[in-house]
C-alpha cells in the first residue's frame, strides 16, 4: 500500500510561483509513475504532469514550460514546481501514483490510470 499526502498549496497573485510536495508513505520503488492532477468544482480531474523512477516526464500544454515535476528519492518526495501562474491554474491539485512495475515507461495522465490518490491541496491563483 502507498500512501500520499500533499501540501504546499495556497493563494498567490497572477505571476507567482508555488511548490507542491507529495510524501510518500509505504512502499514504493522507481517502477511507479508519479502524477499531479487537478480539478475545478464540477469538472473532471485533469493530469498536469506524470513521472516515471526513469526520469521520464510528459505535461499537459497548458503548463509546459510553466510547471515542473521533479522527484527526490532520498526523501520519498515529488514535487510541482508551479511557476508564471495564471488565474485559470486555480484548483485543487492531486498527488497520485501508481506501479507500471517496468523500469522504463512513459507514465499517462489518465485519472483512471493511478490507483493511490493523495487528499488534495487547494491552489488559488487571483488576477
Known amino acids: 500500500q502507498v500512501q500520499l499526502v500533499e501540501s504546499g498549496g495556497g493563494s498567490v497573485q497572477a505571476g507567482g510561483s508555488l511548490r507542491l510536495s507529495c510524501a510518500i508513505f509505504g512502499y514504493f520503488d522507481s517502477t511507479y509513475c508519479m502524477g499531479w492532477f487537478r480539478q475545478v468544482p464540477g469538472k473532471g480531474r485533469d493530469g498536469v504532469a506524470s513521472?516515471?523512477?526513469?526520469?521520464?516526464?510528459t505535461y499537459a500544454e497548458s503548463v509546459k514550460g510553466r510547471f515542473t515535476i521533479s522527484q527526490d528519492n532520498a526523501k520519498n518526495t515529488v514535487y510541482l514546481q508551479m511557476n508564471s501562474l495564471k488565474p485559470e491554474d486555480t484548483a485543487v491539485y492531486y498527488c497520485?501514483?501508481?506501479?507500471?512495475?517496468?523500469?522504463?515507461?512513459?507514465?499517462?495522465?489518465?485519472?483512471?490510470?493511478?490507483?493511490?490518490w493523495g487528499q488534495g491541496t487547494q491552489v488559488t491563483v487571483s488576477s
Open positions: 513521472m516515471h523512477g526513469d526520469g521520464t516526464t
Open positions: 497520485a501514483a501508481y506501479q507500471a512495475r517496468v523500469s522504463y515507461w512513459l507514465c499517462g495522465r489518465a485519472p483512471s490510470e493511478y490507483n493511490y
